[in-house]
């Protein structure tokens, strides 16, 4: 049982550049998310899913985007890299809210934007 | 707006001593609440949650919980710290019916032998 898995674990980028971020999850969860990590500020949300399918914006989605086609798999893209994007990206997973919400997280990306 | 605050950035402590994590949140309903732990380089592991019921609350390492609704506070509370618990915490606040999730800044403990 892996849990939540990201991919990959570190990458740079030139301004302009484009990615995408892979996050898989083993638990048959319902509700993924998407959050950046940078000193100081916390965990913001920047998207998130409630089903396959699915998708939302969160607190901070300008310069993202994502999907969802299967339910174990959440995708976030940045599709022109900016320094600003620069941070440590955490994936999660939960379960439904019956059963109270609790999330379970990947080991992170970090990313570093030139 | 909904908002978690963790007043303690950084918090030094000695293996065996108390600790006591301070997290006050604002929102309009009781939240569900929530800490996690994250070690360097690491994901954030839950370490207790509070729906409803009892507002003590006991978690995994030791770690109890104690929701005050008059204070709006969630402090997190162990007895006697061991070097392990080394980490940072992060208080979680998340509305029942809506998808407002906020996370506190953070506080970083650090363990003296």
């Known amino acids: 049982n892996a849990g939540v898995t990201q991919t990959p674990k570190f990458r740079v980028l030139k301004t302009g550049q484009s990615m995408t971020l892979l996050c898989a999850q083993d638990?048959?969860?319902?509700?993924m998310y998407w959050y950046r990590q940078d000193p100081g500020m916390g965990l913001r949300l920047i998207h998130y899913?409630?089903?396959?399918?699915?998708?939302a914006k969160g607190e901070v989605p300008d310069g993202y985007n994502v999907s969802r086609l299967k339910k174990q798999n959440f995708l976030l893209g940045l599709e022109s890299a900016a320094p600003s994007q620069t941070s440590v990206y955490f994936c999660?997973?939960?379960?439904?809210?019956?059963?109270?919400?609790?999330?379970?997280f990947g080991p992170g990306t970090r990313l570093t934007v030139t | 707006a909904q908002s978690v605050t963790q007043p303690d950035i950084h918090i030094t402590v000695s293996e065996g001593a108390s600790l006591e994590l301070r997290c006050n949140y604002s929102?309009?309903?009781?939240?569900?609440l929530f800490w996690y732990v994250q070690s360097p380089g690491q994901g954030l592991q839950l370490l207790l949650k509070?729906?409803?019921?009892?507002?003590l609350v006991q978690g995994i390492k030791g770690f109890e919980a104690e929701f005050k609704r008059s204070q709006s506070s969630f402090n997190l509370r162990k007895p006697s710290v061991h070097w392990s618990d080394a980490a940072e915490y992060f208080c979680?606040?998340?509305?029942?019916?809506?998808?407002?999730?906020?996370f506190g800044k953070g506080t970083l403990l650090t363990v003296n032998p």
């Open positions: 999660a997973s939960s379960r439904p809210p019956v059963s109270g919400y609790e999330q379970y």
């Open positions: 638990m048959n969860h319902e509700y």
């Open positions: 899913s409630v089903g396959e399918g699915t998708t």
């Open positions: 929102y309009g309903a009781t939240p569900y």
């Open positions: 509070y729906f409803s019921g009892d507002t």
């Open positions: 979680h606040c998340r509305g029942g019916s809506n998808y407002k999730l906020t």
